[in-house]
């Protein structure tokens, strides 16, 4: 299984970006999918999951509002849509896919992508 996460780069604070995960090597039309982040000095956070349906999307206090998650179950990938983004979401964000959401706040994916770089300039 291979995760690939793409999208990331530099914008300045109150930009967007549109990050992308694209699953291989099985599907996951029937698993949740999700972003996690890590930034410098600190533990890698959760971010945002969807269902596998995209019914239901979960998010941590500090995207929601400002973040979507979406898939496309035919492509195999997992979005996700960052607007009016701070210098505080400067992290590398990491893809996930399989797995348990446990809880709104509580998803634990079996499979890890790469990261992406994210960086916000003030």
């Known amino acids: 299984v291979q995760l690939q996460a793409s999208g990331g780069g530099l914008v300045q604070a109150g930009g967007s970006l549109r990050l992308s995960c694209a699953a291989s090597?099985?599907?996951?039309?029937?698993?949740?999918m999700g972003w996690f982040r890590q930034s410098p000095g600190k533990e890698r956070e959760f971010v945002a999951a969807?269902?596998?349906?995209?019914?239901?999307?979960y998010y941590a206090d500090s995207v929601k509002g400002r973040f979507t998650i979406s898939r496309d179950n035919t492509k195999n990938t997992v979005y996700l849509q960052m607007n009016v983004l701070k210098p505080e979401d400067t992290a590398v964000y990491y893809c996930?896919?399989?797995?348990?959401?446990?809880?709104?706040?509580?998803?634990?994916?079996?499979?890890w992508g790469q990261g992406t770089q994210v960086t916000v300039s003030s």
């Open positions: 969807i269902i596998w349906s995209g019914r239901n999307e």
């Open positions: 090597g099985r599907p996951f039309s029937s698993s949740p």
């Open positions: 996930a896919a399989g797995g348990t959401i446990w809880s709104v706040y509580r998803y634990e994916p079996k499979f």
